[in-house]
């Protein structure tokens, strides 16, 4: 393995190791304010939080509160640690990733030259950012579902830059089944992992072009049932002009690439 390579992994590695002995060293010992106890409570009782409920991490908690140490409130404030510090490590990889992309490098390809300081030192500089900046300290140190919500996002990103990088095909394209399966189970934690599946979506446009034509169809398809739900719902002028748009935003699709309508 390159020498460069060798020092991004460790480099990794200590990113990691750092931001959790951190949040390990400045968790909440104990129940935290506002929703902490309750999810705390939920979780070793296996019951239901507040709507719209949280029924994976109910789960995963039980699973923490089965280790023998400490008090049950810092086991499950451990798993917001755990979770967030992991959240950083995948900020780091990504943003070594788009380093090298941005510099005509490839994104899992080092480059063996004094290059890949500069992006190994810049990704660092940009996961310690985050994860010292005041949301996301204060969130890894509770029992919160926001550590695990920024968990899925960032490994959502990591894992659309890997796809890009490793090239696409059958054998490689699992790893898009793997985000849409992992952002299935994000939405039993926090509905805000959803809103990165935009800019997912712009990375696969412009990553493979067979793709492009699949995300015009579900456009298609969404565009659509928006416009049944416009129809069929309550009459008001705003409806019908946001049917009358999308409408002209169809015959325009079609106007494009009739293939997408056969």
């Not at 830059?161 to 189970?185: C, P, Q, V």
């Not at 009358?244 to 079609?254: H, K, P, Q, S, T």
Request: proline share 5%.
């Amino acid at each position: 393995m390159p020498n460069s390579q060798r020092i991004h992994r460790w480099t990794g590695i200590a990113v990691f190791l750092l931001t959790l002995g951190v949040y390990v060293k400045t968790m909440a010992p104990t129940v935290a304010f506002w929703d902490c106890g309750e999810f705390i409570a939920t979780a070793y009782t296996m019951s239901v939080p507040h709507p719209p409920g949280s029924p994976l991490y109910v789960l995963i908690g039980r699973v923490f509160t089965l280790f023998p140490i400490g008090e049950v409130a810092l086991r499950i404030n451990f798993m917001s640690a755990l979770s967030s510090a992991i959240a950083i490590w995948c900020v780091y990889l990504s943003t070594v990733a788009l380093g090298r992309r941005a510099l005509g490098g490839q994104s899992l390809q080092p480059f063996n030259n004094p290059r890949d300081i500069g992006v190994i030192a810049g990704a660092v500089v940009a996961a310690l950012t985050l994860a010292f900046s005041y949301t996301q300290w204060y969130n890894a140190s509770e029992a919160e579902v926001y550590g695990y919500s920024i968990l899925f996002t960032c490994l959502g990103l990591w894992l659309i830059l890997y796809w890009e990088g490793t090239g696409h095909g059958r054998e490689n394209d699992r790893w898009l089944f793997a985000i849409a399966y992992l952002f299935g189970l994000g939405g039993g934690m926090h509905m805000l992992c959803l809103l990165t599946i935009p800019s997912l979506l712009i990375l696969a446009w412009f990553s493979d072009s067979p793709l492009q034509r699949l995300i015009k169809q579900l456009l298609v398809l969404g565009v659509v049932g928006f416009v049944a739900i416009l129809v069929l719902g309550p009459g008001t002028p705003s409806n019908a002009v946001m049917a009358l748009g999308l409408l002209g935003l169809l015959y325009y699709l079609y106007g494009q690439d009739r293939r997408l309508f056969y």
